[in-house]
């Protein structure tokens, strides 16, 4: 069996995350995501695990596209940093968004799982 380096499974969980986000799939963003998430958004809300699960489950917010690009993976140690950009069509609250954002999402590996603990995500500036 092939050994998957650190960046190709940071890969992988990206892929199933925003898969996850589109299809609102609790279970695999339960697992994916690390009890102590920090989500910070583009306007600047802050969300946890449980806040931003709850969201995608009532349907308050919901991804109907996503596009990502300009993906960059560094790994230390335990800590993987992904750096790419998201082009979104989103609902919040009822409302239609289109998201063009740079991001940091932040992976923690724990024993051998890694799991997204922090994402930060802001604009892109035209």
């Given amino acids: 069996?092939?050994?998957?380096t650190d960046k190709t499974i940071l890969e992988n969980l990206e892929e199933r995350?925003?898969?996850?986000?589109?299809?609102?799939?609790?279970?695999?963003?339960?697992?994916?995501?690390?009890?102590?998430?920090?989500?910070m958004h583009s306007t600047g809300e802050l969300e946890t695990k449980e806040s931003y699960i709850s969201?995608?489950?009532?349907g308050t917010s919901a991804y109907?596209?996503?596009?990502c690009s300009d993906r960059t993976i560094r790994?230390?140690?335990?800590?993987?940093?992904?750096?790419?950009?998201?082009?979104?069509?989103?609902?919040f609250q009822g409302n239609?968004?289109?998201?063009?954002?740079?991001l940091l999402a932040?992976?923690?590996?724990?024993?051998d799982q890694w799991r997204m603990i922090r994402l930060q995500s802001g604009p892109v500036v035209r």
């Fill in 1 to 4: 069996m092939m050994h998957m």
């Fill in 17 to 39: 995350r925003y898969a996850a986000m589109l299809n609102a799939d609790i279970s695999v963003l339960k697992d994916l995501l690390h009890d102590e998430l920090s989500y």
């Fill in 55 to 58: 969201g995608l489950r009532r």
């Fill in 64 to 67: 109907k596209k996503v596009r």
């Fill in 75 to 91: 790994v230390h140690n335990d800590i993987g940093l992904v750096f790419h950009r998201l082009e979104a069509d989103v609902v």
């Fill in 96 to 102: 239609a968004r289109h998201l063009d954002n740079r």
């Fill in 106 to 111: 932040v992976c923690s590996r724990e024993v």
